[in-house]
C-alpha cells in the first residue's frame, strides 16, 4: 500500500500543509524542533488514531486550536481510499470514503504503518506496560476486534478493581459478586491471551530470520510470551478460560488484601532472548538495538502475511544509528517494496546511492519546501 496525498489541518505545530507523498522513499530533512516527527507521527496517527509518543489526543491538536483534521489517500492494491480524522477536545470522528465510522475500530487498519523509533528501544529495555501498549496497537491494526475485545477487557477490569476496592475498605470478605467479574474478565481475557499467543508465534518465525540475516547468523533470538496465566500456551478455550478461573481462586485471599486485580493480560510481558540468554538483562546496547530492529521488521513481514500487502515504513531518526552495513541491509530488504518515510537532521547520514525513487523534502517551522 502506499500513501498518495497527506493533509493536516492545525496538527501540533503545522497550521497547514498539503504533502504529495507518492515517491516509494520520502525523505524529511530539517534541523531539530521543525516538525520532522510531528509529520510521521500524524501519519502514524492517520493508520491507528493513537499516538505512538502520548497517550493524550489533544497534545496533536495545536496550541489553541479547537482540532486538528487529518486527511489521507492511500492506494491499495485493490482500489484506494480517502482517509479523514478529526480529533477535537470532545473525541475523535473517522471517515472512510466520506462515510462516518460509528467505531473507531472500523478505521483502523484501512492504512497500515510499521514506526521504528529511538524511543522503540523501551519495547526490549523498558517497562512490561511498554511491551503490551506495542503487542495491544500491533495486533489491533491487523485484528480490529481485538481492540473491541481489549476494550471490553478494560472496561471490566476497572468494574473488578472497583469492587475489590469497595471489599477491601469495608473488609467484607464473602465478596459475593466476585465471582461474576470474574466470570467476565476470564471471558474477555483469554480472547486477547489468544490472539496474543497467535501473534507471538508469527512474530517470532519471522524475527527469527530477519536476526539471523542481520548478525550474519551468530545470533539467534526467541520470543516468549509471559502471561500472568501459567498455562498460556494451551489453545482451547474451555481449558483456557476453567485455568483462568482456577488462577483467580488461587490469588482471591491476596486480591482481597491489596484490592487489586493480579491476573490477567494486563499484567502479562513478553522476553526476548538471544542464544538463550535474556537480552534485557543480559543484552549489549547494541544487541537490544538489533532486538528491536528485527522486531520491527518482523512486523512489517508479519503484517503483509496477514493483510495481503506491505504496509508503509516510517523510520524517525534510525537510520543514522544504524552502522552502514545494517543501514544497506534494512535499505536493501524493502527496496520497491514498502514505501518508507524517513526523517533526518542531516542527509549526509543517509547512503543515497542504495535509495531508487527517493525524494527529499525539507521541513523549517511546521512548512514543507
Ligand atoms: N500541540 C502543539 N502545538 C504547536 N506546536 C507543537 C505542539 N506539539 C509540539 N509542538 C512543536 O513541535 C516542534 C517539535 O516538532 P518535532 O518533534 O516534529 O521535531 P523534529 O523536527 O522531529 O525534531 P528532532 O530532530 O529534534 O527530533 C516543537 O517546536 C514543539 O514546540
Known sequence: MQLKKLSLQNYRNYDEVFFETGHMVNIIVGPNAQGKTNLLEAIFVLALTKSHRTHQDKELIQWNAPNTLLHGEVDKKY????LDLTISQQGKKAKINGLEQR???????SLNVVMFAPEDLEIVKGSPSVRRRFLDMEIGQVHPAYLYDLSQYQKILVQRNNYLKQL???????????????????QFGIKIIKKRQSFIKKLQMWAEKIHSGITGGNEQIEIQYACSFDQAAVQDESVLFDQFMIKLSHVKEQELRRGVSLIGPHRDDLLFFINGKEVQTFGSQGQQRTTALSLKLAEIELIREEVGEYPILLLDDVLSELDRSRQTQLIETFQNKVQTFITTTGIESIDLSKLEDASVIHVQNGRLT
Open 168 to 186: 477491601f475498605t469495608t473488609r467484607d470478605t464473602k465478596a459475593a459478586l466476585l465471582e461474576v467479574w470474574n466470570e467476565q474478565l476470564a
Open 103 to 109: 467505531k473507531l475500530s472500523n478505521f483502523i487498519g
Open 79 to 82: 482500489g484506494s481510499c480517502q
